[in-house]
């Protein structure tokens, strides 16, 4: 077995494998965004709800002070300490309210009596103006407390109660802080300074750090944010749930697409297979699409199309198995073959004429495998006509080298078509440098000529370039009169096309001129 082959099944088992992996990459992947917007959900619903009680605190902190304020009279008084138990009794949030005078706490709900309470240092002033205390004790071996003190007024917070959501997982840590400072007010467990500073008033934010779902709530109201963070053991549990949702669908996805991969490689490897058996056994012959003048309508020569007709009767397309020829290395013999099925049949294609045009393909290969190159050089001893070697844009990838083929075969008689033109990278200073004698314009130009596709004026430019550089001009795949009048007044002069005739074999060719 050929080492191209054994390089196609390479490449074909590479593919299968690849086929195989990226569906199983692509679930893993999936599973994981979808494991951790999952787990960042749930830290949002968390970081919402502390925010709501942390809300709901400030709220009842703001109107306690209010109020006491609103009282007129000694701060101190009968009057003040009613209305502090009252609203003691009726604030969820609070533990106390009370009146400061020079940092203690001179009386509060808590009851009269006793000398007046040293609150320690302010932590923070909010931007609103109200100081925060977010370590004081009301007893000695108490919890302690946060102590909001505005207008001489204090409110005494619980620091517990706000963070009181349920979790039992131990999982979650949680806090409250400052907006903008940053200063942790209330904390349960462990949160990152990082994500606090991603705080924003009114806005939530959901990340992943250091493998804990986190999410980060400001108030729209009060200069509150709260962080939920999850531990990594909660995304790698949902991690592992997603797997087993997602894998078995990437591992089916990527072994459907593995069969697929090798069901079309073993198809292409037939292909090769059927190519070698097909050079040995003559199953290629030869269709010729005809030419013509477009002033005259006679026909001036012809294209040979290379056709494979298979033991069993069925066709394939040449743009098919010559791409599989151009894989497995196939094409020089196969361009061999092409060249004595022209020798082969040029004195019935040309018989009572003189100047008969037979265009041939080559391939990008062709160009750069001297020996072909030295075959075609032999056309020139054809006589009564002569040989067109129709190159593409993309054959020509070594531009110099290519020149230097291109001059040899024409020192040789023979004439060069640029095919298929202008689908390429095609350019005046490109064509300036290559020895050509014809372009020919690709279909879909002439398609879309008298149509109002933007591409006409594509078919208008070729033709002036052709004009510029003293190039004679061919159309392809002209079917309509309109198509044909149309390149007629461009003054291009040869086409071919459906409008003029199919390619047929040699058997059906019908403008043979009868020797004379
Ligand atoms: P190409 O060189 O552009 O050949 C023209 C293609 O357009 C041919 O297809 C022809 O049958 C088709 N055609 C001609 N007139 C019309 C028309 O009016 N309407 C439509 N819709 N199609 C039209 P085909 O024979 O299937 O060949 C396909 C390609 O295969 C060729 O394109 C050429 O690139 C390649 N090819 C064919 N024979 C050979 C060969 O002997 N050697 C090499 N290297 N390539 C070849
Ligand atoms: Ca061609
Ligand atoms: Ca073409």
């Not at 749930?241 to 459907?256: D, E, M, Q, W, Y």
């Not at 298979?310 to 791409?323: E, N």
């Not at 130009?445 to 430019?461: P, Q």
């Amino acid at each position: 077995m050929p080492v191209t082959s054994n390089r196609l099944r390479l490449v074909v088992t590479a593919c299968a494998v690849l086929a195989a992996a990226v569906p199983v990459l692509l679930s893993l992947a999936y599973a994981r965004h979808d494991a951790r917007g999952r787990v960042q959900e749930r830290a949002r619903i968390y970081a919402a709800e502390v925010l709501h009680r942390s809300d709901s605190t400030a709220a009842q902190a703001q109107s306690a002070v209010d109020r006491l304020s609103a009282l007129p009279g000694d701060p101190c008084s009968a009057s003040h300490l009613a209305l502090m138990r009252e609203i003691d009794v009726d604030s969820s949030y609070l533990q106390a309210v009370g009146h400061v005078e020079g940092g203690r706490l001179t009386c509060s709900s808590l009851g009269e009596g006793g000398a007046p309470l040293p609150l320690g240092p302010v932590t923070l002033t909010s931007p609103a103006g109200a100081e925060l205390r977010t370590d004081v004790r009301l007893s000695q071996q108490g919890p302690t407390f946060v102590v909001v003190e505005e207008h001489g007024y204090a409110a005494v917070l619980h620091k517990q109660l706000p963070l009181d959501v349920a979790n039992d997982t131990g999982e979650l840590s949680i806090a409250t802080f400052s907006i903008p400072s940053g200063i942790v007010l209330t904390q349960r467990g462990e949160v990152s300074a990082d994500a606090i500073r991603r705080s924003a008033r009114g806005r939530v934010v959901t990340l992943v750090e250091d493998g804990r779902a986190t999410a980060v709530a400001g108030s729209k109201k009060w200069y509150i944010g709260t962080v939920a963070a999850l531990a990594p053991a909660a995304l790698h549990r949902e991690e592992a749930r997603s797997r087993r949702l997602f894998l078995p669908i990437g591992l089916l996805l990527g072994l459907a697409l593995a069969a697929l991969v090798l069901l079309l490689g073993r198809r292409r490897l037939g292909t090769a297979a059927g190519l070698r058996a097909a050079l040995r056994s003559h199953e290629f012959y030869l269709e010729y699409q005809p030419v013509v003048d477009l002033q005259t309508a006679d026909v001036i020569g012809a294209e040979a199309l290379l056709r494979w007709r298979r033991p069993d009767g069925q066709r394939m397309r040449p743009d098919v198995f010559l791409a599989v020829a151009e894989d497995v290395g196939l094409m020089p013999q196969i361009t061999r073959r092409v060249l004595e099925l022209v020798r082969a049949d040029w004195d019935r294609l040309t018989v009572g004429r003189q100047g008969f045009h037979l265009a041939v393909n080559v391939s990008a290969k062709d160009i750069d495998d001297a020996p072909t190159v030295e075959l075609l050089t032999r056309l020139r001893d054809l006589r009564n006509g002569s040989i067109i070697i129709e190159v593409t844009e993309s054959s020509v990838l070594d531009r110099q080298r290519a020149a230097a083929v291109l001059s040899r075969l024409r020192s040789c008689g023979l004439q060069v078509a640029i095919d298929d033109f202008g689908t390429g990278y095609s350019s005046l200073s490109y064509l300036q440098t290559l020895p050509v004698d014809y372009l020919k314009i690709d279909k879909s130009f002439v398609d879309s000529v008298g149509v109002g596709a933007a591409t006409s004026n594509v078919a208008v430019h070729i033709i002036d370039m052709a004009r510029a550089l003293d190039l004679r001009l061919i159309a392809e795949g002209v079917e309509t009169e309109e198509q044909a009048s149309f390149l007629r007044s461009h003054s291009v002069q040869y086409a071919q096309g459906w409008l003029f005739g199919r390619p047929v074999g040699l058997d059906s060719w019908p403008w043979n001129v009868a020797p004379s």
